[in-house]
């Protein structure tokens, strides 16, 4: 079906467009009261993201609540552990939790390669639903999280400030770690091209703990996955955001892919020197920033947009929106982005 | 006195060493069973906070067995917001946990500058008592925590992965949020220079948070206080350490202070481009090769040595050590430094 917004392809793809196309991560879920009424009408986080009725209406909601260019499929990274064979539970205010972790080599015999139609049916059930009810308004972008990240939840067990369990497996088992980041990097290749094939338009990739590795560690331990997953990816443009990862801004130049994710952090000019001129940057202004008054919301899009320019660029906050975080505030950042991008490209 | 290893000094002071000082963050405590014994005789962390003797005793434990160039006294950049008013408790497992946190200008009027004698005897004392004991064997690090990340547990209560509570006051309370990061600003620096007269021989910030700030946010609200309280200290040599501001290396270069200490992020060459070679670098070894074989830490030891160089350059890692790593492990760093740092020079 084609496209009738199709922006942030456009976009992806390093062709013109009208706007700068945007989206905000985590915008499925977290802020809508009227996600919070789905959330509330069954016992779980995990039992809506299996439910891909429902995981299609939260899908679409901020399509039509807020009018952002791009719809992303709503559902968790760690499904990925779990099709592996690694469950996990969502405990309220806490976060995911691994009643059984990896501790040794020998704990990989219980795991497989995730088989995307057997075992994450339901994300792509949902991926279906949701394109059928889209109808072609906006693209739907598909995700999975990087073997690093995903690695550290499974070694892990759990949130971390600095994940020192997984890390320490990176010097004391590196051939088992790299055997697991294998079986992550192929069951998420399979899994990505099972999401393009029901219907996802784009790809993202989130390295969700990046930026808690030493350089030489990221390249070896991170950077080698994610470049295997966007050279198995050639359907569909692919996304990294590698959240932290400042270092490895040089390298992500040559990564196989059209869009590179920026956090907050990272200057903008600074980025574009680094990673050069044949990506699409995606980001990245301060998700607090949507704490602020309208019109300091307005300002602070406008400089961002100022400073990324007319070209490659799909807006977005730096990071996930918070929870807290009032939808009118968010209506005010995606309407200061297409009327002000729209200007800029006017004059 | 006179110290009988002044090499941290002279190394912070930029003068000839014949080998790289070393020492570690976090070595007073955590990582000795020796300390566990004394922390383990009391009812809390805090009560040993509190207690001059046994303060003193656990920061001279590492000086004694692992053999650093250095003793930093043994206490919490948390005793600025209780001499200010609002004390906090350390939960075990958790951390620390304020009962009560600054919601709003009006709660400013609960506070007041901390008054160092008055309210921060207790880290005096100890400094006396440690310094008497050492009897010039190292030098003694003083230390607090800078401003903005005081700032983020007044407002948060506790530690948070993406402190926005604190972060939201920015947005939306520029004013208070300056009052006060002032009030801790000025508690700060009488705090620092009574350790000094107490008897640290040099005194580092650390700015645990830095990481979290855009870069506009960061001079505005970090900065700036670092700035006052650099400028302020004037008879013994200064480390910063931000952790995270990669961003913030070039302005880093103008502070009025000595070292600059970096996290295992952070390039070394780049950094040393960045800040210059008017500073001492401080680090940078990330703290998880501790968990290597010793022949692996001593070839990270050295490869950090040889991209140091032989001049302004402290050893030590680039965060904090952590709480499961075998003392002998630190051993092997401690002393590749002491053996390779002398035959890089002696070459």
Redo the contacts between chains.
């Keep these: 079906m084609e496209l009738k917004n199709d922006l942030l392809i456009r976009a992806a793809k390093g062709e013109k467009v009208e706007r700068t196309p945007v989206w905000l991560m985590r915008q499925a879920g977290r802020i809508l009261p009227e996600y919070r009424a789905v959330r509330n009408s069954l016992s779980g986080f995990i039992e809506l993201v299996k439910n891909p009725e429902l995981a299609a209406e939260v899908t679409i909601q901020p399509v039509d609540i807020l009018g952002v260019d791009a719809a992303i499929i709503f559902s968790d990274i760690l499904v990925i552990p779990e099709a592996m064979g690694l469950p996990y539970e969502m405990v309220e205010k806490k976060g995911p939790w691994f009643p059984k972790t990896i501790n040794s080599p020998e704990d990989l015999s219980n795991l497989k390669v995730a088989d995307a139609e057997s075992d994450l049916g339901y994300v792509l059930d949902a991926i279906k639903v949701t394109k059928k009810e889209l109808d072609g308004r906006v693209p739907l972008i598909g995700f999975a999280g990087a073997p690093w990240t995903i690695f550290c939840y499974m070694i892990e067990g759990q ?1 971390s ?2 994940f ?1 369990k997984a ?2 497996m ?3 088992e590196p051939v088992m770690s790299d055997q697991l980041l294998q079986m992550i990097t192929d069951s998420t290749i399979e899994y990505l091209r099972a999401q393009i094939a029901a219907g996802a338009n784009i790809v993202q990739v989130f390295d969700s703990w990046a ?1 808690i ?3 030489d ?1 990221y390249q070896k331990f991170s950077m080698k996955y994610i470049t295997q997953i966007c050279d198995a990816i050639e359907e569909v443009p692919v996304t990294v955001f590698a959240k ?1 990862a ?2 490895a801004r040089p390298e992500m130049r040559h990564l196989n892919c059209e869009t590179i994710g920026l956090d ?4 903008i000019a600074e980025s574009r020197r680094l990673i050069g001129e044949g990506k699409t940057l995606q980001g990245n202004l ?4 949507l ?2 008054s309208p019109s ?1 919301i307005e300002t602070a899009t406008k400089k961002m947009l100022d400073d990324f320019g007319t070209s490659r660029h799909i807006a977005n906050l ?2 996930g929106v ?1 929870p ?1 975080i009032d939808p009118e505030k968010v209506k005010v950042f995606i309407q200061t982005v297409k009327e002000y991008s729209a200007q800029l490209r006017a004059q």
Tied chains: 1, 2.
């Design positions: 949130g400030k600095t020192s890390r320490k990176l010097y004391n930026g590795l030493p350089s560690h932290g400042y270092f907050w952090n990272m200057g301060d998700p607090c920033a704490y602020g300091e730096g990071h918070y807290d």
